[in-house]
């Protein structure tokens, strides 16, 4: 006879779960109390009958003198006398951002006593006594974050639309091809819809129809593309590349090209021309970055700071012997800082042998194995540490000077920038510009136009979608407030990585500010005349050339009154 399978079959197990179900109800009956009238004494009835009909229904005689009764009494009448928790309240309170201390006359409790009345109460005096004062600017501040939507809206419709004039599109394009003024040239047409046309065009390297380059992102999961399996398409492709970055980089050497961005599967990077934000040297801004490629940029001597990230040393010291700018960490801030403050200073001075820890801690006695475990536990600290940061804001790095160069170099002969797999296989970092460069596509950002209706009232909407640059904000606002009659809002949609920008050029702006006393600081006079090529208006120039730390700031959102001309964000 075959030994019994341990394994159930669908039907033995339904039949044991209807088992169960079965047996649970019929606890369940047995426990519950009988009917009222079954509980009342009949006439002619006994005490008997009671007792026996109990102990059929399962309804077992509570002892009113056990400890467990006189306890639950006691907990039920503490409860009684006892006033209620606030603690509730409180938090309520907190939550709602409302006074916690409540002050109130004697003849307003019978109209306070509910929660209701309460609350309506002291949300008025709430709003009466914070009044949020909005705060009104002549200027829009520079936010050097990529925007991917814009949404403008207006109780009035705009004086655009998405039929352009042969006409207007010309003469968009010849203006925005040529850096030119259109409002004062004689020859081109000076709509509304002609510089409306002009402020949403850009230019881009590369452009793969069948591929969406902005924003990059490697986290796409699909299959790889043809490119990934040809290697002539991908040395074309990166030959494309290298001498597109190389034209765009000399461009903004020599200050005719304000600003660019390369948009790469894992990071981004903002080159600025010398003389932006009042900083006198070019200037590389990349977010997010990663422990390896900080430690490849220190291979390659490429010498960065970190605004962002938290000042925080590996070592207890006291403020002396922090330097003045300790905000801007060094490239070189690794685990050979960790040594107390007078081995560095004996080993600068070059007196005494400096001790090897690993003899030191033999002659202690300890064996060799335990020696390798402090080290590789000492190294596992070192690189968690160090990569606390990765992928946040806080792992943005700023090159500077003579190391931009140096970072141009490394990023123009780095293989791995890109991905081998994936939807962008062996496609090259997308280069976004506001001038054109060697081989840059003339590109236009997707325009839709919508009505809304919100409380009654109607009111009109675009949308501009792709790569928005700082400069397009500047330009459409100026092209808006001198062709709409109405007040208008704009709200924004960020490029997550590229947030940190703002904050850490606000930084660097707020560290040339303090510099103003050095002798060199005469030269930034000059940058507005040395960037008077770099095809952005005279106006817009000399807002983005401010070294005033205050305009520099990331915007959400941007309201335009025309009463006054004035900003609100």
């Not at 079954?38 to 077992?60: V, W």
């Not at 209701?116 to 009104?136: C, G, M, P």
């Not at 004039?165 to 968009?172: D, L, R, V």
């Not at 801007?328 to 801030?333: E, H, K, L």
Request: net charge neutral; aromatic share 8%.
């Amino acid at each position: 006879m075959e030994p019994s399978s341990p394994w159930k079959t669908p039907n033995e197990v339904m039949q044991i779960h209807r088992l169960k179900k079965r047996k649970k109800a019929l606890q369940e009956r047995m426990k519950q109390p009988s009917i009222s009238g079954s509980e009342e004494i009949k006439p002619n009835g006994k005490a008997e009958d009671l007792n026996f009909s109990r102990l059929i229904n399962g309804d077992k005689r509570k002892n009113p003198f056990s400890k467990n009764n006189l306890e639950q009494n006691k907990k039920a009448k503490v409860d009684i006398e006892l006033p209620l928790d606030e603690s509730n309240d409180k938090t309520l309170f907190a939550l709602l951002k409302l006074p916690a201390k409540i002050e109130k006359p004697p003849e307003d409790i019978q109209k306070l006593s509910t929660f209701s009345n309460l609350l309506q109460k002291f949300t008025a005096d709430h709003s009466v006594h914070t009044e949020i004062v909005e705060k009104k600017y002549k200027h829009l501040p520079i936010d050097w974050a990529l925007k991917t939507k814009m949404r403008l809206m207006s109780p009035k419709p705009f004086a655009w639309t998405s039929m352009l004039k042969a006409s207007e599109e010309a003469s968009g394009i010849t203006g925005f091809v040529r850096c030119l003024d259109t409002t004062s040239s004689p020859t081109l047409d000076t709509s509304p819809r002609a510089l409306f046309h002009q402020t949403c065009l850009y230019w881009q390297h590369p452009h793969l129809p069948w591929l969406n380059l902005y924003p990059r992102s490697s986290g796409k999961v699909s299959a790889t593309n043809f490119m990934a399996t040809n290697d002539e398409v991908k040395q074309a492709l990166h030959r494309d590349w290298c001498e597109s970055f190389r034209s765009l980089f000399q461009l903004l050497r020599a200050r005719h090209c304000p600003y660019f961005y390369v948009c790469a599967n894992t990071f981004t990077c903002l080159f600025r021309a010398a003389g932006l934000c009042g900083v006198s040297e070019p200037c590389v801004l990349i977010a997010p970055t990663t422990r390896g490629f900080r430690q490849t940029l220190r291979h390659e001597d490429v010498e960065f700071t970190m605004p962002l990230r938290p000042d925080k040393k590996k070592f207890n010291t006291s403020d002396e012997d922090r330097p003045k700018n300790s905000s801007f960490d060094s490239c070189y801030d690794t685990m050979e800082e960790t040594k107390l403050p007078q081995e560095s200073q004996r080993k600068d001075d070059g007196s005494g042998d400096e001790e090897d820890p690993d003899h030191f801690l033999s002659q202690l006695g300890l064996e060799t194995d335990v020696i390798k475990k402090i080290n590789n536990t000492q190294a596992r600290i070192t690189q968690s540490a160090e990569s606390s940061v990765d992928s946040a804001a806080e792992s943005l790095v700023v090159v500077r000077g003579a190391d931009a160069q140096a970072l141009f170099d490394f990023l123009l002969n780095c293989k791995s920038l890109a991905s081998p797999t994936g939807p962008l296989a062996a496609v090259p970092p997308t280069l976004l510009a506001p001038t054109a460069f060697h081989g840059a596509t003339l590109q236009s950002l997707h325009v839709r136009e919508n009505t809304l209706h919100s409380d009654n009232k109607k009111y009109y909407s675009i949308e501009l979608k792709g790569p928005i640059l700082p400069t397009t904000v500047h330009t459409l606002f100026n092209v808006l407030k001198t062709s709409s009659t109405a007040q208008f809002s704009a709200t924004f949609a960020h490029h997550q990585p590229t947030l940190a920008f703002s904050w850490a050029a606000q930084k660097i702006a707020e560290d040339e500010a303090s510099k103003e006393n050095e002798p060199n600081h005469f030269t930034k006079a000059f940058n507005k005349e040395n960037l008077s090529d770099c095809g952005i208006s005279e106006e817009m120039l000399q807002h983005f050339c401010s070294p005033d730390p205050s305009i520099v700031k990331p915007l959400d959102s941007v309201k335009y009154n025309t009463e006054d001309g004035t900003y609100t964000w």
